[in-house]
């Protein structure tokens, strides 16, 4: 059974042992969170010059569009504004910042009525963020940048918490995803052909939950949740921010959610920098990530 908790007022370490039982997590959004919220609306608003960002899909040649984000999206991704401010959420949340390693903040589109789901927008079917090499212990931030709706925001499947999916995750290695696909993104315009994991069997994926914070307001996970992007049919093109973290001691000790049917290899652990001083992980601490056991023992 997953809860919702809102505004639960956990220490940083009870809100990762909450988030590794499967349970999803929800805060107001608070000064912090809308400095990020507010650097990014900055950023969208100058980048589609005068169109409201929510409508510019109607305005626009879709290979215009694409343009508009392959420009974007990197350039927010890389601001050194983000880490700052994205430290600042961190701190404000209180995590220990000399133990908590992040990854730069994402800034994702959901355009509505299939005006453009693949490549630099692509719209993920249900995945677990463990089928794509990301550890057991990453935990996932989330929150709209502009008013959402449950016709355009994520869902999410708690069904699956601990219920195993048929999947191809055993064709994903992310070293390799890095050298062949990644920077493919903005040529996959109209359908997307980069090989990724998918379900293997019929899934329910109803009831769902969507949760419809306001701007800002933050959305926590597990890798290990199922979730995927809701189609949208709101008329609106949806823009979100995430970023995922992992905690030193929980990497060393190999804590994190379950792994119920991830059989992916290689791992994400080398794109997280520490809170404090934007340091790697330690290389012999990545290393036995790198080809995962099935499950591996207290994961
Ligand atoms: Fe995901």
């Known amino acids: 059974?997953?809860?919702?908790?809102?505004?639960?007022?956990?220490?940083?370490?009870?809100?990762?042992?909450?988030?590794?039982?499967?349970?999803?997590?929800?805060?107001?959004?608070?000064?912090?969170?809308?400095?990020?919220?507010?650097?990014?609306?900055?950023?969208?608003?100058?980048?589609?010059?005068?169109?409201?960002?929510?409508?510019?899909?109607?305005?626009?040649?879709?290979?215009?569009?694409?343009?508009?984000?392959?420009?974007?999206?990197?350039?927010?991704?890389?601001?050194?504004?983000?880490?700052?401010?994205?430290?600042?959420?961190?701190?404000?949340?209180?995590?220990?910042?000399?133990?908590?390693y992040f990854d730069v903040p994402r800034?994702?589109?959901?355009?509505?009525?299939?005006?453009?789901?693949?490549?630099i927008a692509y719209a993920f079917h249900p995945h677990r963020d463990t089928w794509y090499s990301a550890p057991q212990c990453q935990l996932n931030w989330w929150f709209p940048i502009y008013e959402i709706e449950p016709s355009n925001g994520m869902a999410f499947h708690p069904r699956y918490w601990s219920q195993a999916v048929a999947n191809s995750s055993r064709i994903y290695n992310y070293a390799q995803w890095n050298t062949q696909s990644r920077h493919e993104a903005a040529r996959h315009i109209y359908s997307d052909t980069r090989p990724q994991p998918h379900a293997e069997e019929e899934m329910e994926l109803d009831p769902q939950v969507r949760l419809v914070p306001p701007p800002?307001?933050?959305?926590?996970?597990?890798?290990?949740?199922?979730?995927?992007t809701v189609p949208n049919t709101s008329g609106k093109t949806r823009f979100s921010i995430d970023f995922r973290l992992v905690n030193l001691d929980d990497v060393t000790n190999r804590r994190g959610a379950p792994n119920v049917d991830s059989s992916c290899t290689g791992t994400t652990l080398r794109d997280y920098l520490r809170g404090t001083d934007l340091a790697h992980l330690p290389e012999?601490?990545?290393?036995?990530?790198?080809?995962?056991?099935?499950?591996?023992?207290?994961?």
């Open 107 to 119: 800034l994702r589109t959901s355009t509505s009525d299939g005006y453009l789901t693949s490549g």
């Open 1 to 100: 059974m997953s809860s919702v908790f809102l505004d639960p007022q956990f220490s940083d370490e009870e809100r990762r042992r909450h988030l590794y039982e499967g349970h999803l997590l929800v805060f107001s959004p608070r000064p912090c969170v809308n400095a990020l919220r507010d650097f990014a609306r900055t950023m969208i608003e100058e980048a589609f010059q005068g169109l409201d960002p929510t409508r510019a899909q109607f305005h626009l040649p879709v290979e215009e569009y694409v343009a508009i984000l392959a420009k974007l999206k990197p350039t927010f991704i890389n601001h050194p504004t983000c880490k700052d401010l994205l430290q600042t959420i961190l701190s404000d949340f209180g995590c220990d910042l000399t133990r908590t």
């Open 216 to 228: 800002g307001g933050l959305v926590m996970f597990s890798g290990a949740q199922m979730h995927s």
């Open 284 to 299: 012999d601490l990545i290393t036995p990530y790198d080809t995962p056991p099935l499950n591996q023992p207290g994961s």
